[in-house]
């Protein structure tokens, strides 16, 4: 992409041609690469439906490569998880500069670190629940009884770095977690013990950095695990969630506060738990790359506000030109200083 090459047409006034030519970043090498691939297929027939010169790339498959040497003018982001959801595959967009959808490196890399998210969003007095941090190690029966009298007998068990509840678990007794802990390092050296909530899950997406309506998610699993995202049948999405106008934008003013919080921009969604025992939102992570499959939260969200999947695509889409924006600034910041 040249620098002569930015274009700042207005998002209404925004024709297919204007994009240019558009790589969909799917699949990946992280453990939710099953749903990045569905993801991005569904993202890229909406392109072409709308008319986008649009194309599929996989990192894996085609190698990095392929997004800097085939001339794309911008990158629709839908890798999840990690190197497409922490800060690396924007990382290096920014250095060939190509816009890319979605929030940028610092933000993207924060966000996918559940402990440092939590420990950011405790020091700006944003409520979350209690939680610990495990490292990699075996646990003794001893250790692990500790850690659930610490957080009051019942924990999530969460590897930091990954997403889609991908290596997730419940534990209420010390064989249960050392168990658990055992599983969740699998996939990360870091482990994080949440205090379990007892309550409803409630997601808001976040478009333009505006509040979407919310979402109630109600699942028969113990929690909404993997299988109950994407493969199973009985797992029920509220939208409206049944709250109150004076609930619902109470949660949309702290969902907006979370996610600029953490230098947050674009796209993406909050989850929560609504405690039922303090009656208090309890702030459980952000998603800067979320799901975009037929059962996925945000498209939800977006056809209850009246934005149609192809819009809700392009909509994303358009979070590049802020990119756009921004990588031109620094390029000649930097031809200005050399």
């Known amino acids: 992409m040249s620098l002569s090459s930015i274009d700042h047409t207005s998002q209404a006034s925004r024709l297919p041609a204007d994009y240019g030519k558009v790589a969909v970043a799917y699949g990946g090498f992280s453990a939710e690469r099953e749903i990045s691939l569905i993801s991005g297929e569904t993202v890229y027939q909406a392109l072409v439906k709308a008319g986008v010169d649009a194309y599929k790339v996989d990192p894996k498959v085609d190698g990095l490569s392929a997004l800097t040497e085939q001339g794309f003018d911008r990158v629709w982001n839908a890798l999840h998880g990690r190197g497409g959801e922490d800060g690396v595959i924007q990382g290096f967009l920014e250095l060939h500069q190509i816009p890319y959808t979605g929030c940028g490196v610092m933000a993207s890399a924060i966000a996918m670190d559940k402990l440092r998210t939590k420990l950011l969003w405790s020091a700006q007095g944003l409520p979350v629940a209690k939680h610990l941090m495990v490292t990699t190690g075996e646990l003794s029966e001893s250790e692990a009884q500790a850690l659930l009298d610490e957080l009051n007998g019942c924990v999530m068990v969460k590897p930091i770095h990954e997403g889609s509840s991908v290596g997730m678990a419940r534990a209420d007794n010390a064989a249960q977690l050392q168990q658990a802990v055992a599983d969740a390092q699998q996939f990360d050296t870091e482990i994080m013990l ?123 889409l358009d979070t590049s030109f802020e990119q756009q924006d921004g990588l031109f600034r620094d390029a000649i910041q930097t031809q200005e200083k050399g």
């Not at 379990?196 to 899950?201: K, L, T, V």
């Not at 919310?214 to 994407?230: E, G, L, N």
């Not at 919080?261 to 702030?283: A, E, I």
């Not at 790359?289 to 819009?311: D, H, N, R, W, Y």
């Open 194 to 316: 949440e205090q379990w909530i007892y309550g409803e899950e409630y997601t808001v997406s976040i478009l333009d950095g505006k509040a979407l309506p919310s979402i109630r998610v109600k699942t028969p699993h113990a929690f909404y695990d993997f299988t109950a995202k994407y493969k199973s049948n009985t797992t029920e999405y509220h939208c409206p969630s049944g709250l109150t106008q004076e609930e619902e934008s109470e949660l949309a003013e702290l969902s907006e506060k979370a996610f600029k919080s953490l230098g947050c921009y674009g796209w993406g969604r909050v989850d929560f738990m609504h405690d039922s025992k303090t009656n208090k939102w309890l702030l459980l992570e952000v998603n800067t790359v979320p799901g975009m499959t037929q059962t996925s939260l945000v498209p939800k969200a977006a056809k209850v506000k009246g934005i149609s999947f192809e819009q809700l695509v392009l909509k994303v």
